[in-house]
Every structure is written in structure tokens, then in C-alpha cells.
């Protein structure tokens, strides 16, 4: 199971930082992801963290405002967002999956779990 937490509503510049807890499976065992969908847009690979840690994947959109980090001693991934905008306005889910195409290309696999989301809204 994946709960994502963190979302809201900010102004052009802000932050917010998304959690994602996980439970029910061997959490180092997975990469985790972060992913967004706008409506009337395709969902978007945000950014990866692999188990270990030593694989992180950014958007182009996204590289030096996001930070992914994750704490596997408490089952859980972050996403600190920096220097919203507008264009960042989607909800956000939290993703697990075993393998490694995630956070090789920000890809979803058939392997991919959801959470339900939390929705960031940006204001200009």
C-alpha cells in the first residue's frame, strides 16, 4: 500500500514537500517514484529513487527544483518541490516497482503499483 500525503495549494515560487508511506512489501526491494497527471494531459514521470539509493531519475522539467529522497528505516519517499509553477499544477502518486526501468527512463511497468494521489495546485 502507498499513501501519498503533502499536497495543497501554493503560489508561483513556493514549496510543499510530498510524502509517500509505504507498507506491505520489502520496501528497499523497490524503486519509488513520483508521477503527475494534469487534467487533459498524460500522466508524467516526475522523478525515481531506487532502493538503495543509487539510482535517482528527474524530469527535464523537473531537474534542480524536485529533490527525491527516501528513508527506508520508516518505509517512506519524499519529494521536496521547490520553484513551483503553474505548469506543476497535477495530481501527484507515489509509484513502487521491483525492477529498474523506472528509474532508468520514468517509465511505469506492468510491475507498477499506485497510490491514490494528492493533488498540488499552483496559483500564479
Known amino acids: 500500500q502507498l499513501v501519498e500525503s503533502g499536497g495543497g495549494s501554493v503560489q508561483t515560487g513556493g514549496s510543499l514537500r510530498l510524502s509517500c508511506a509505504a507498507s506491505?512489501?520489502?520496501?528497499?526491494?523497490?524503486?519509488i517514484g513520483w508521477f503527475r497527471q494534469a487534467p487533459g494531459k498524460e500522466r508524467e514521470g516526475v522523478s525515481c529513487i531506487s532502493g538503495g539509493s543509487t539510482d535517482i531519475y528527474y524530469a527535464e522539467s523537473t531537474k534542480g527544483r524536485f529533490t527525491i529522497s527516501r528513508d527506508n528505516a520508516n518505509n517512506m519517499v519524499y519529494l521536496q518541490m521547490s520553484s513551483l509553477n503553474p505548469e506543476d499544477t497535477a495530481v501527484y502518486y507515489c509509484?513502487?516497482?521491483?525492477?529498474?526501468?523506472?528509474?532508468?527512463?520514468?517509465?511505469?511497468?506492468?510491475?507498477?503499483?499506485w497510490g491514490r494521489g494528492t493533488q498540488v495546485t499552483v496559483s500564479s
Open positions: 506491505g512489501f520489502t520496501f528497499d526491494d523497490y524503486a
Open positions: 509509484a513502487a516497482d521491483p525492477g529498474f526501468v523506472m528509474c532508468l527512463n520514468g517509465q511505469a511497468t506492468v510491475s507498477t503499483t
